[in-house]
């Protein structure tokens, strides 16, 4: 099977390897490049505007092993800035689903919550009353575990148990 690779452009297919669509004349991305170059088998030409060598405007370079360690225990995602709190996430969690809403989990406390009505509803029933008593401590469970891993680093080693 053959790989096809065309212009973003006209639509043309390519069938060369040129920093300009042999069709319509527009510079070709280097995406599709470096797509059609893998098509053909042959190594891409180099970008006009870069020297050869360097690094493109895109690449970061590649950090040393020393950074990367440090760059895990100061990671700078907005989930490791959260000021989600294990306990009160697991509180709200006594009626299913209040906890993964406050944790940010939409889908998840919506259909927890659902359960958790259709749970009350079969009380009176053995398999309602088990079923009742699995999803609450799930709730519960999950809502503390989402919100902790959502604690910075540093604090979480601040809490945790010798």
Known sequence: MAIHIHCPHCHERLTEM???CTHCGMALPPGVLYALAAALGVTPPPSPGLTVGAIPPHVSP??????????????TSPAHHSALRPWLAATLSLICGLGQL??????????????GIAAVAAWPFLLGKML???LWLYAIS???L????????EHRRQ????
């Open 142 to 144: 999950d809502a503390y």
């Open 18 to 20: 040129h920093h300009h």
């Open 62 to 75: 590649t950090p040393s092993l020393s950074a990367l360690s440090t760059a895990e225990e100061h990671h």
């Open 159 to 162: 809490h945790a148990k010798p």
């Open 102 to 115: 406050y944790n940010g989990q939409i889908v998840k406390g919506v259909v927890l919550l659902i359960c």
């Open 146 to 153: 989402v919100a902790r891993r959502a604690l910075p680093l």
């Open 132 to 134: 009742a008593l699995i």
